[in-house]
Every structure is written in structure tokens, then in C-alpha cells.
């Protein structure tokens, strides 16, 4: 029996991506993708030959079969998303849960996601926090907010730079005008930033420059 790995890829820094991550993309026999476009460039970049496959949120219920049998056939795989980890707030909890149903081993590789260095960056108290990542768009989104409004840990959330500035208004409905929060963007490229204040400076900020890049947003819990 194969196996399958979960491997890591930059968020925005190629000097992020590790040595090992490297070996064990040359040495599989398949490669599952997000976007074969973008990470074919990862993959070319780092003299990447091996098979690779399509597996994104709109087929990944059609394709998990086929994997499993291929790696209970003897072959191994790698999982990689666009940017970051596989499985947070992207495709990739079905291949393992099913891999682990059938007894596969799996391993995931230690590595790159956004909101680590973003909740670090910001500041705020990070013994305990809640990973929301995105927040439903329309059902669910205003009673989830609501059952936040008492959470004490940080809250960490990822969100669209368009629609930032509405998020940031929401949270202010939510937990208070004054509650201090961060905003880090383009994390590990060229252009990154963190701004920190409270949701109401974080909002006239973002009014006046509007955001770019892919968006963390990390909230403090209430206070005791």
C-alpha cells in the first residue's frame, strides 16, 4: 500500500518552500492540484517533472475514489493546494478522510499557511485562539457572528479584499467599535502589511486605501 502526503506550498514566498517538500514532489508518482496552472508553475520552478492531477472543491467528491485505489494499489500521492496547507480553507479533508478510512498512512508536512505568521504579527494574545477562516457569505453568517460576540479567545478570519471593509463594519455590529484587531495582507511577498487598531481605525484605513492581496483578519476575544 502507497501513501499520501499533505504538502505545503509558499503563500507568497518561493524561498518558503522546503527541502523536503521538494524531495517527496519528485519522488511520487502523482500530484494532486488545486490549479495545475498555477502550481505547474511552482512545479517548473523547482524542476518538478511528476504526473499531476486536477483536485479542487468541484471535483474532489468525483476523484477521491480513483486516488484511494491508486494508492491502495501500491502508488503514493502528494496533495498541494494553490498557497498553504491543504484542508485549511482549502480543498483536501476528503482525500485524507477517506485515506484514513481505508487505512492509509498519511503525513503531513509542517510548512507554510497564512494565518499563523498573521495572528503572531498582530499583537494580540495567542495561547488560545479560534481559526474561523471564511465566514458563510449569506446563510449562517450573521448567527455565526453573534455566537463570536462573547468568544474570549483571538479570532482569526480570511477574507477577500473587496470585502473587507463590509466584514470589518460587521464585526464592529458584533463586538464593539473599540475592540482592537489586525489586518495583514500579502503576507510573505513584496508588498506586506500588517495594520493594527481597533475595528473602527482598521476601517477608516481601509476606506481611504483600499486592500489588495489576499487578507487575514485577526480579532481580540471580549475581555474578561
Known amino acids: 500500500m502507497g501513501k499520501l502526503y499533505v504538502v505545503p506550498t509558499p503563500v507568497g514566498n518561493l524561498e518558503d518552500m522546503t527541502f523536503r517538500a521538494i524531495r517527496i514532489l519528485k519522488e511520487v508518482d502523482l500530484i494532486l492540484a488545486e490549479d495545475t496552472r498555477t502550481s505547474g508553475i511552482l512545479l517548473k520552478h523547482f524542476e518538478i517533472k511528476n504526473a499531476m492531477q486536477s483536485h479542487h472543491k468541484f471535483n474532489e467528491h468525483k476523484t477521491v475514489e480513483s486516488v484511494v485505489n491508486r494508492i491502495k494499489g501500491g502508488e503514493t500521492v502528494a496533495l498541494i493546494s494553490d498557497a498553504g496547507t491543504p484542508g485549511i480553507s482549502d480543498p483536501g479533508f476528503l482525500v485524507v478522510r477517506e485515506c484514513v478510512r481505508n ?17 503572531v ?9 479560534c481559526f474561523e477562516g471564511f465566514l458563510p457569505q449569506k446563510k449562517g453568517r450573521m448567527s455565526r457572528l453573534k455566537a463570536l460576540a462573547e468568544e474570549r ?44 487598531g ?6 477608516e484605513h481601509f476606506t481611504a486605501n483600499e486592500p489588495r492581496g489576499e487578507i487575514v483578519i485577526v480579532v481580540a ?4
Open 103 to 119: 487505512g492509509i498512512e498519511v503525513q503531513c508536512l509542517p510548512g507554510a499557511t497564512a494565518f499563523v505568521p498573521a495572528l
Open 121 to 129: 504579527a498582530s499583537g494580540l494574545p495567542n495561547e488560545k485562539f
Open 153 to 196: 479567545r483571538t479570532m482569526v478570519f480570511y477574507e477577500s479584499p473587496h470585502r473587507l471593509v463590509k466584514a470589518l463594519t460587521q464585526f464592529t455590529e458584533h463586538f464593539g467599535a473599540e475592540r482592537q484587531a489586525s489586518v495583514s495582507r500579502e503576507i510573505s511577498k513584496m508588498h506586506e502589511e500588517t495594520v493594527r
Open 198 to 203: 481597533t475595528l473602527t481605525e482598521l476601517i
Open 221 to 224: 476575544g471580549i475581555d474578561d
